[in-house]
């Protein structure tokens, strides 16, 4: 397997994390958004979205960073990270809706591409509407996510499952861009739990490094 990916992102963070945390032989292939390697014929062949995540494994080509780690999971079933019931199935299924509909898209997503990704893209300056309805849409988000953990230790039945993955993956972000997560006591235990596994660890280290190197290569030539 191969997986492209943008070191800096969070949500190749997700699947890098999940992929070290099965063990699994992926080659990780670094392109650069700024660069606009996403735009490259070849790349666009696979992922005529231009956008990253994008896995091959023996020519099925598949993006989206929640069908990436679905598929990554059910080759090791035994970890139990896509649940065998229908009922956790569907509840995982749930979730990954939720994150990239509402906790994506709409508010940790809305805010990091005004205040981070139009920068790497060169698509202009952040624009404050955005910004502040996606700061609105954080608080309301955000409490769905802090109210559901409150009895729970794992966001589907008290099992860690790729929702943890995919939801955690914004987490770091969301801090990075002063969101108000420290307000949510139980998404702070929550993803501090998550925080201690070794391969969220490694990934996590590798992603602030690729991000600061990152920063720092683009302020230089700017
Ligand atoms: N829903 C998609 C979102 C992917 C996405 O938006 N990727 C961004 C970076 S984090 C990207 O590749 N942007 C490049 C561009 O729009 O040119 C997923 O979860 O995989």
Redesign the pocket.
Known sequence: MRLHF?PP????LGVVALNNHLALDCELRPID?GRGD??APDYVALNP?????TLEDDGFVL????A?MFYLAAKRPERGLWPADLRGRADVMRWLAWQ?AHW?AESC?MVAFEKA?KAV?GLGAPDPAFITRGEENFGRFAAVLDGHLEKRSWIVGDRLTIADFSIGALVPTAMRLGLPIGRFEHIGRWYQSLAELPGWQDALAARDIALAAWLATNERAR
């Open positions: 943008f992102s969070s949500r190749a958004l996403q735009r979205n231009r956008k990253m995540p993006w989206e960073s929640n990436i990239s994506d997503g990704s893209l």
